[in-house]
């Protein structure tokens, strides 16, 4: 054999060696390769933008059960309920307020319905300072009290605000207390906190068992 054959032979045999390697990485006779982790989607429940709870005039304006709020429909004009105490200065709470769970502050510090109530007339709000408001215009009541938040809620600190950043572009809507804090028990519950962003990297995952290889940031 010549030179040129023999170069000619080596080159053939080295295309036949990376044919047989392409054949072999794209057939993977072995199996045991990698895929890649499907991307899982994010429960709707976190995407979802409705406030906590729904509030009295939230109720009115979705037209949904507002019986609770009708007062006299239980109540008689000149009776003012009479509250009771158990001995722990929690109230006693009437078998038709069983919706109603009284925890507003550690030690029962707040619970006597007419320091917002107002006892002479049910369906109105007292504050402390003796302004009436109605059941659904209950920010200045928990402002009454809780002066720093209510300050931090009014410029948009404390609560949520959407709409227009620029006020004169479009409206804004601001969140009233009640749609997030329960007035009778408005500490929050400890809440499942939303997945982080997914990286969108590849996860190797092993094809049998099914353990990714890399902490997947879900
Ligand atoms: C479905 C009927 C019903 C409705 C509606 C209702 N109440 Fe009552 N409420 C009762 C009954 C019954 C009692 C216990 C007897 C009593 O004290 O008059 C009671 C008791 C109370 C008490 C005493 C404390 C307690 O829990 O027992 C307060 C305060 C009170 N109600 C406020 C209100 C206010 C404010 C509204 C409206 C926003 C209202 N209720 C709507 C039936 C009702
Ligand atoms: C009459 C005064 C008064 C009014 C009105 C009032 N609060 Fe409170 N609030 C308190 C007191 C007192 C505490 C307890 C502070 C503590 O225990 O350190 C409290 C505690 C809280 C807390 C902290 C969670 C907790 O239970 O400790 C939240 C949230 C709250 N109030 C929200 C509201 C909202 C919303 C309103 C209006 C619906 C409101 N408050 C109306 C007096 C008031
Ligand atoms: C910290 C102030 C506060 C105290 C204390 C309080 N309430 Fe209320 N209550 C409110 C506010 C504010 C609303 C309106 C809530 C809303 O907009 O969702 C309300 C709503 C209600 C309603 C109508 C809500 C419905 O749809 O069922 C009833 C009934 C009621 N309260 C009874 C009571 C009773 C009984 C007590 C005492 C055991 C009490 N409240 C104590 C602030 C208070
Ligand atoms: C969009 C929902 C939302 C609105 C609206 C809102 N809050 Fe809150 N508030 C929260 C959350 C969430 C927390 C934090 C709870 C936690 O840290 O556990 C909180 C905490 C608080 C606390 C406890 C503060 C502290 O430092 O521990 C008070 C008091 C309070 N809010 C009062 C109010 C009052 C008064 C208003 C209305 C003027 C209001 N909130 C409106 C969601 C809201």
Redesign the pocket.
Known sequence: MNAANKTAAAQGALILCFLALAGYFVLNPGGNGVHVQEVPLVDVAFTNRATAR????E?IRTEGD?S??D?YACHERDKPPKLKFNPDQS?V??KE?M??T?G?GSHNR????F???NETNLEL?QTRDGKELK??D?AP?CGSCHGPTYRDWEVGIHGRTSGYWKRDAGPFERQIC?SCHD??SPKFRPWKPAPGPHSMRSVAVQADSGHSTTTPHL
């Open positions: 729904m509030s009295a005039a109720v507002a609770g709020q007062c109230v709470n009437a307020h919706d109603i009284m507003h707040n619970n006597n319905c320091n917002c109530h709000l059941l659904v209950s009541l009640v007035p009778h």
